[in-house]
């Protein structure tokens, strides 16, 4: 067996449009905690990065031992794309966090700049089961969930 040699997941990376109203939705409304911020212009990045010219702004927050970096490029700025992301696209589709509270989490979604897809909603409260997409304010999908059990555990019961 091949061995691996990956030591954990350091982050995820998101690219935004505008780095404090991401920022203000990702710490108030989820719960992140700012944890270092980093400014970066010039080489090496741009080959890092594949890009011609860098001058980048990001903050980095962290969630339950996930670390994510919010991404902001002063130069060369950013590509706008479809809006919301189709789930079939090939490559990362939505982040998904369980919630103890969906219905004040929706609020905090909508009164920090995000949009709640209410047509993805399925469950009910009755149920205890709950889940529905949101949409960060550039458009990153955020799959949310309230479910009994174990918050630890896998979002689903094993088949």
């Known amino acids: 067996m091949h061995r691996v040699s990956i030591r954990r997941l350091s ?3 998101i690219c935004v449009a ?15 905690q700012e944890e270092a911020c980093l400014r970066v212009a010039g080489e090496p990045h741009p080959r890092l990065l594949s890009l011609s010219e860098v001058e980048l702004e990001a903050v980095y927050l962290l969630r339950d031992g996930t670390r994510m970096e919010l991404l902001h490029f002063v130069s060369p700025g950013h590509e706008t794309p479809d809006v919301p992301r189709p789930m079939n696209r090939l490559g990362l589709t939505h982040l998904s966090l369980r919630v103890s509270d969906l219905e004040a989490t929706l609020e905090g979604i909508r009164r920090y700049g995000g949009a709640v897809l209410e047509e993805t909603r399925i469950g009910s409260r009755e149920a205890g089961l709950c889940a529905i997409f949101v949409l960060d304010p550039d458009g990153t999908r955020i799959e949310l969930f309230q479910a009994p059990g174990d918050p630890e555990g896998p979002p689903l019961p094993p088949s």
């Open 11 to 13: 982050h995820i990376g």
């Open 18 to 32: 505008d780095l404090e109203r991401a920022r203000r939705l990702y710490q108030h409304a989820l719960g992140f």
